[in-house]
């Protein structure tokens, strides 16, 4: 069965560039979480997509990311101007209702900015 | 915000020997969610406590919510090399559903 896809896998970035990461939820599932997790931490909440709409931005670490979801599936989340501290593994999470409920993490996205 | 604590950090076991992983809340817990991650790996959902008192097991894998709603445990029976991983506990707020993660628990087992 389709789970949570995410690519690229790995993604390597000179300092300064602009990368996006993709996010391919379960299909139905309503509610779309990004996470960032750096090397031996748990993960920490970003932003959350409820459809199209991103009800929660609260944890964008500055105005360099930038998250969105135009047809409430596909999520993209863009890094402008990267710097070595965005350095991390960012994890997408769907789940089907806007309850509180399970949520499907994808198999996250690599980020070494150089 | 809430903060989770989990303890032990790490934990080397034994194969076939009992362990418990512990996850403490700042905060009322109005949802507790158990994870298991492997190297270079997402998250797999465990299981999930909302009741005060609940107690849910799947195969040899136990994991409680205190009556208070702040603590949690996680108690592995009869450990296996399958059971390596990093255990991480997460926390809903009410009428929020992002989580907040404790730092993981990074669980070894040796033959």
């Known amino acids: 069965g389709a789970g949570v896809s995410q690519s690229p896998r790995y993604k390597v970035a000179k300092r300064g560039q602009d990368v996006a990461l993709r996010c391919d939820p379960i299909?139905?599932?309503?509610?779309l979480f990004w996470y960032q997790q750096a090397l031996g931490q748990g993960p920490e909440f970003l932003t959350y997509f409820q459809n199209e709409a991103q009800l929660d931005k609260s944890g964008l670490p500055s105005d360099r990311f930038f998250a969105e979801r135009p047809e409430g599936s596909v999520s993209t989340l863009k890094i402008q101007r990267t710097q070595q501290e965005d350095s991390a593994v960012y994890l997408c999470?769907?789940?089907?209702?806007?309850?509180?409920?399970?949520?499907?993490f994808g198999p996250g996205t690599r980020l070494t900015v150089l | 915000s809430q903060e989770l604590e989990q303890s032990p950090q790490s934990l080397i076991v034994q194969e076939g020997k009992n362990l418990t992983i512990n996850c403490t809340s700042s905060?009322?817990?109005?949802?507790l969610y158990w994870y298991k991650q492997k190297y270079g790996e997402g998250l797999i959902f465990l299981m999930m406590l909302q009741k005060g008192g609940e107690e849910k097991s799947h195969e040899k894998i136990t994991a409680k919510l205190d009556e208070k709603k702040q603590q949690s445990s996680l108690h592995i029976t009869a450990s296996q090399p399958s059971h390596a991983g990093i255990y991480l506990c997460?926390?809903?707020?009410?009428?929020?559903?992002?989580?907040?993660f404790g730092t993981g628990t990074r669980l070894t087992i040796i033959p």
């Open positions: 999470a769907s789940s089907l209702t806007t309850r509180v409920g399970e949520q499907f």
């Open positions: 905060k009322t817990l109005y949802g």
């Open positions: 997460g926390a809903a707020n009410f009428g929020n559903e992002k989580l907040t």
């Open positions: 299909s139905g599932h309503v509610s």
